[in-house]
């Protein structure tokens, strides 16, 4: 079955530093990976998407992924915090249907 | 282009009532999406219709609820004889083709007393 795991429901990270959320996913199939962003009581907002093109895929506010099939890995990262970065964040994989299938989310706080 | 709209933002209701969501699309795809998440999770597929058909289900969509696209364009999602179970953030999204971003709108909030 095709499963998606986010580690670390909660990172904290200092303004400034790097952000790494990770992000692995089980498939039989080749995926197409997501990754959203939800602020309190909003809709979810696409980052970036990796669709078997480019494996380093570049987003908007500054993110990028990396796809790695060999370790299954789908990570989020961004070189500087920004106080505006703290939301949850989801990566979702659509492994061959029409769903999404989600991970359940890391929280990411940033320390000023 | 005006996005995923979704009404009522937030919805309180007493347990056994009926309830009923509406979910208005980006005007040019054609697939629609519902999701249901709960608190601390990440969402859930319910089902999905590609213009009016509704092509799968998931079971967590038991017999209480009921969704649909009667012209393909908006969608309803019912919930009859509410539960405190269905407490939740109910999301619609929309795509323009298979396997296309799927862009959400805000959610309904539903809470059941």
């Known amino acids: 079955a095709q499963s998606v795991t986010q580690l670390g429901s909660h990172v904290s990270v200092s303004e400034g530093a790097l952000v790494l959320l990770r992000c692995n996913y089980s498939?039989?199939?080749?995926?197409?990976l997501f990754w959203y962003v939800q602020y309190p009581n909003q809709g979810l907002q696409l980052l970036l998407k990796?669709?078997?093109?480019?494996?380093l895929v570049k987003g908007i506010n500054g993110f990028e992924a990396e796809f790695k099939k060999s370790e299954t890995s789908f990570h989020l990262t961004k070189p500087s915090a920004h106080m505006s970065d703290a939301a949850e964040y989801f990566c979702?994989?659509?492994?061959?249907?029409?769903?999404?299938?989600f991970g359940t989310g890391t929280r990411l706080t940033i320390i000023p | 282009d005006t996005g995923v709209s979704q009404d009522p933002r937030h919805k309180i209701t007493k347990r056994g009532q009926n309830v009923t969501f509406r979910c208005d699309p980006i005007?040019?795809?054609?697939?629609l999406y519902w999701y249901r998440q709960t608190l601390g999770q990440g969402p859930e597929f319910l089902t999905y219709?590609?213009?009016?058909?509704?092509?799968?289900k998931s079971r967590l969509l038991s017999d209480r609820f009921s969704a649909e696209r009667p012209k393909g364009s908006f969608s309803t999602l019912e919930i009859q004889r509410t539960e405190q179970g269905d407490s939740a953030m109910y999301l619609c999204?929309?795509?323009?083709?298979?396997?296309?971003?799927?862009?959400f709108g805000p959610g309904t909030r539903l809470l059941v007393l």
């Open positions: 999204a929309s795509s323009f083709s298979f396997q296309e971003t799927q862009y």
């Open positions: 498939s039989s199939v080749p995926p197409y």
């Open positions: 990796y669709t078997s093109a480019a494996t």
């Open positions: 979702a994989g659509n492994f061959g249907n029409e769903k999404l299938t």
């Open positions: 005007s040019e795809h054609n697939r």
């Open positions: 219709f590609q213009n009016e058909a509704q092509l799968e």
